[in-house]
């Protein structure tokens, strides 16, 4: 069909090579098209006679919809072809023109990599146009651009189907929707190149794609995006917004359905009258046809039943995408994509363009963009809703809005998050989530269970539902985290409840309110749990106000206990090279007047309290009125030399005292319910309390007891007792015989405990043990508390004795999977060989003064981890087990190969990353070029405060060698540079580092070791 007129819009315009094509394949296409009702542009029918051709392409490239490029085996030749193309690339990416290539007797990866008669084609060019490389350059990315958005290849086959499927697919790229997506895409990019790859790999089987994650976060977004961009690779394509929402309207079921089958079948109108009906019939839709699909906000694994049915009815190459805020909506048989807030890098650029128009924030408005951004937290939403509003404001109203911020969230933001909140199933799982928001973000998962179990909650299926909808998430230390603005949001919720008297709301967690109520007298039974930190009340008067949801979160003054991280690390973190001394992080408190003092009667109302976190508070009066119902009860720098007799808080699940004045804990009370005991740093604590009135303790934590020296004989009734942690109990001397009874225990730490002089000898009999920590523990001096067993440890000094003998791993329970014994004063290393622990995965010996390690260590074959650094006597390792991963071995000089041969690294050669961490003198040429042996995976040394990553492949040292300057250790390294040890030059490196006097002082010393 041709055009009236050159000014119509065109809905194709075709582009060829004349010489190739013009009278045969391109004619036939051309004719096909205009014969199928699509108006189509060629040069040659289309420009009129006397017009500049070049206006005239340009404009018709213009006002085409789709562009359809043959590209024969002489199309590079055409310089005029490689213009057309870079106009119809650029109009591509300016505003999404469709491009359906299509390879007319060419293997798309001639075209791609400019090989074959492209290669020819382009010598020519380069040749002929020496001072034009930049457009021969341009002409090149365009090629290869457009030949990777795939199209359709014409083998041994014949033509005329070939261009019935051409027209087919230029008539679905005119039909298909667009979708509005906001203007700055910033961080998605990423994950839309995932998406898009997997979308044309018809290979997998997987047909299903969820994307998860907290409201907000940019899942629509993304799902807008691929759809915009891949949506014309099939046959029929549907987007489906707001499911959630959309079913829960009357019929909104039934009307989601007649969307997909009016997509699918391209028809105005489709009539459902019950959801059954619309699944079969969307069943028979979908069978035949390669189909795109896309269900947005899905709450609900129904919802999908109800629209798609089963994946198998799905035909080969067809694809869903689902965006949820639901982890677990789909278990089986799909991909599942964590979108996840931006980085602060991406967050700042994408706020500036909101607010400013820019990729960074003026001069002036630096600081006050630093704070905007770090409320929102890295969530798109927050920053788009922001950096729009505060757009062409002055300072002093971003100022007065960041203030507003601080106190109230942002109405808009909180609409988006709270629908996460309210889809919960019921109100006790709404309560688990609020007492997280309020009181546990930074605890421990399990102890946080086991506290809100003693409150009355399944608490294990309530915390997987928060998972599942991603409100809360579990870090790598096991401990609850959560996104800023959803904390923001549940403390918003409770806010509402009663927005001028914080003595009606059930959660209180800003000190200055909780004070006031205190003070007042204004609790009453609706509180469950409140925080006050009186030293942070007090620096207020200092500092000015903190804010309910901006600077001031009690979980950031977690320190150091069974409750929060640092007791509860992975156990590989605790070893990771180093067996941390770990300082108390004690903060000077400001010394209290009398104003500070509450009145115990405060709390008489509050008869539902079952959470008080209390920090350097101190009351005045009875407690009898005290809150008999607590489950939790934190008291740091609780001011009493014992616990009041009259305090009746026997439904305790945990007792956190940590920083005490606690001299005598107290007597004859009960607590039948307490799980968890922390007295850590109570420092004027001399004995522990009786333990017969706790049959159901866990955890007990003795550490810093610095004064404690005697552990109550009762200790023995504690048969459920798991960990026991007396880390720097300087003056305690030896444990109780009745230790041995501890049948549950699995984790002992003796750490720092100097003075201790005698062992039970039945430490062999707790077949539960599981870690023992004894570092800085003289053991070459211990013995046991029964004479007529020898003890085991005289063999560390190599003396025997009365009451010593040489070490038999009879001492040890065989049941252990760590053994930690930094700076014992251990000296001989002979015990290694008698060594049998077929569990021990980690062994830690390091500061230690070992003259010899044996050549075999046949009795640890579970063995992983093994720790001799600044073992400084050390003299011949021979043979390093074949099960180890990890050998830190720092203070040593290593000034050969045969250095290494020692270990017998050579038998590591399974294929995992092994880690190998040493010093070495500058020669290291002759480490890693000589006769390499034929390793697999990944070495780590440190020279010179900086870290070095051999990657071996197997056949001698193949690949490259990462550089990174030493902050704490390799894994948290700033990576510096890889070098290529075969083609002996720099890969990659940081730019802005490499400026740096330091980077060039490594690099200069490396490459210097390597000449």
Known sequence: MAASSSSCPFDAFLSFRGDDVRKTFADHVYAALTGAGIHTFRDDEEIERGKNIDQELTKAIQQSKVAVIVFSPDHASSRWCLDELLMINERRKSDGMHILPIFYHVDPSAVRRQKESFKEAFDRHEQQLKEETDKVERWRAALKEVADLGGEVLKDQYEAPFIQNIVKLVANKLDRKLLHVGSYLTGIGDYVGRINHWLQDESTNVRILVLYGIGGVGKTTIAKTVYNQDSDKFERSCFLADVAETSEQPKGMNSLQEQLLSDIHKRESVKIYNVDEGVMKIKDAMCCRKVIIILDNVDNSEQFKSIIGKQEWLSSGSKIIVTTRLKCLLSEGCWKLHIKPLSVKKSHKLFALHAFGREDSPENFDEHSERVVSLCDGLPLALRVLGSFLRRRSIDEWKSEIKELQEIPDSRIQKILRKNFDSLHNDRHRSIFLHIVFFFIGWDKDVVVKILEGCGFEAIIGVQHLLDRCLIEINERNNLAMHQLVRDMGREVVRQESPDEPGERSRICNHKEVFRVLTEKTGTKTIRGLILDMHLLREEKHVGPISNYGNYSHENSVEESVLGCEDNRSMHDRLGGIVRQRIVNCIPKTSSTSADVIKTEAFANMRQLNVLLLDDVKLDGGYEDFPKHLVCLRWLRFPLNSMPTCLNVEKLVVLDMRYSRLKHAWQGKSFPCLKILDLSHSHLLTTTPDFTGLPGLES??????????????????LR???????????????????????????????????????????LAQMESLKVFFAGGITLNELSFSSRDVRGPWSWLSGREGPESTMFSSAFLPRSLTHLILPNCNLSDGKFTTDLHLPSLRHLVLRDNPLNTISAEIPGLPSLVYLDITQCNNSNVIIKVPTSIEELNWIG?????????????????????????????????????QSDWPKFRGNFIFLNNNVWCQLQCLGD????????????????????????????????????????????????????ESLI
């Open 700 to 717: 007990l934590l003795l550490k810093d007891c610095i004064n404690l020296v005697k552990i109550d004989d009762s200790i023995a009734v």
């Open 720 to 762: 459920a007792l798991v960990l026991l942690n007396l880390e720097g109990c300087a003056k305690l001397k030896e444990l109780p015989k009745t230790i041995s009874d501890l049948k549950s225990l699995e984790e002992l730490y003796l750490t720092g405990c100097s003075e201790l002089k005698v062992l039970p000898k039945v």
């Open 892 to 928: 040593r000089s290593v000034t050969s190969l045969s250095d290494l041969l020692r270990f017998g690294l050579e038998h590591i050669s399974s294929g995992r990353e092994n880690r190998f961490t040493a010093s070495f003198c500058q020669n290291f040429v002759q480490l890693v």
């Open 956 to 1007: 001698g040292l193949r690949s490259r060698v990462i550089l990174q300057e030493n902050t704490s250790g390799p894994s948290l390294a700033h990576n510096l540079l890889l070098w290529d040890m075969q083609k002996g030059k720099l890969l990659e490196a940081d730019e802005g580092y490499m400026k740096t006097g330091s980077f060039l002082a490594i690099l200069r010393v490396f490459i």
